[in-house]
């Protein structure tokens, strides 16, 4: 595997972030070279919120992230803002519950997820939506293992959290290509 730069973003409150978290524990639980960098602004929810992930086998020279070959839109401002920045090629997810527009580019494979009505009425709870988005993302980039995340639900979910490491793992199973 070369290395994958995964571009995550959204607004506050959706767990952007997270997603980032779970697939560089993820990749970290694996033995693979990882880096994951935050950016949002200084709203607390509803604001601007994304990050970058790059996994590789090797050491990763920088975590900067011009170019993705992985760009998740969680809102609209996101994927137009970002989408120039994926290679061609690359692969797109739109959180379509949420972002009535299309994919302009042509030249990438472009995911619908459903995100927020998938998790309401599959899983019953919308809190899960940043968990079907990672799903979406794992079972079509392969980049980390799924089952790889119920270790890390289980290291990071502990106290009062572990109950929701069974939704969690639904959540990643319930988006379908």
């Given at each position: 595997?070369?290395?994958?730069?995964?571009?995550?973003?959204?607004?506050?409150?959706?767990?952007?972030?997270?997603?980032?978290?779970?697939?560089?524990?993820?990749?970290?639980f694996?033995?693979?070279?990882?880096?994951?960098?935050?950016?949002?602004?200084?709203?607390?929810?509803g604001?601007?919120?994304?990050?970058?992930?790059?996994?590789?086998?090797?050491?990763?020279?920088?975590?900067?992230?011009?170019?993705?070959?992985?760009?998740?839109?969680?809102?609209?401002?996101?994927?137009?803002?970002?989408?120039?920045?994926?290679?061609?090629?690359?692969?797109?997810?739109?959180?379509?519950?949420?972002?009535?527009?299309?994919?302009?580019?042509?030249?990438?494979?472009?995911?619908?997820?459903?995100?927020?009505?998938?998790?309401?009425?599959?899983?019953?709870?919308?809190?899960?939506?940043?968990?079907?988005?990672?799903?979406?993302?794992?079972?079509?980039?392969?980049?980390?293992?799924?089952?790889?995340?119920?270790?890390?639900?289980?290291?990071?979910?502990?106290?009062?959290?572990?109950?929701?490491?069974?939704?969690?793992?639904?959540?990643?199973?319930a988006?379908?290509?």
């Amino acid at each position: 595997m070369s290395t994958k730069k995964i571009f995550v973003a959204g607004f506050g409150g959706q767990g952007i972030l997270l997603i980032g978290q779970m697939l560089s524990y993820a990749a970290m639980f694996e033995g693979k070279e990882v880096s994951w960098m935050p950016s949002y602004g200084p709203e607390m929810r509803g604001g601007t919120a994304n990050c970058t992930v790059c996994i590789s086998e090797a050491p990763i020279a920088s975590p900067l992230v011009t170019a993705c070959d992985v760009l998740v839109a969680m809102n609209g401002p996101s994927l137009e803002k970002f989408e120039s920045m994926l290679v061609p090629g690359g692969d797109l997810f739109i959180n379509s519950s949420i972002v009535p527009q299309k994919a302009s580019r042509t030249d990438v494979h472009v995911y619908y997820v459903d995100c927020n009505e998938i998790t309401e009425k599959k899983l019953g709870n919308p809190k899960a939506a940043n968990m079907v988005m990672l799903g979406a993302i794992i079972n079509v980039t392969n980049v980390v293992d799924k089952l790889t995340m119920e270790k890390v639900f289980q290291k990071v979910m502990t106290g009062e959290k572990a109950k929701l490491i069974p939704l969690n793992m639904r959540a990643l199973d319930a988006w379908e290509k």
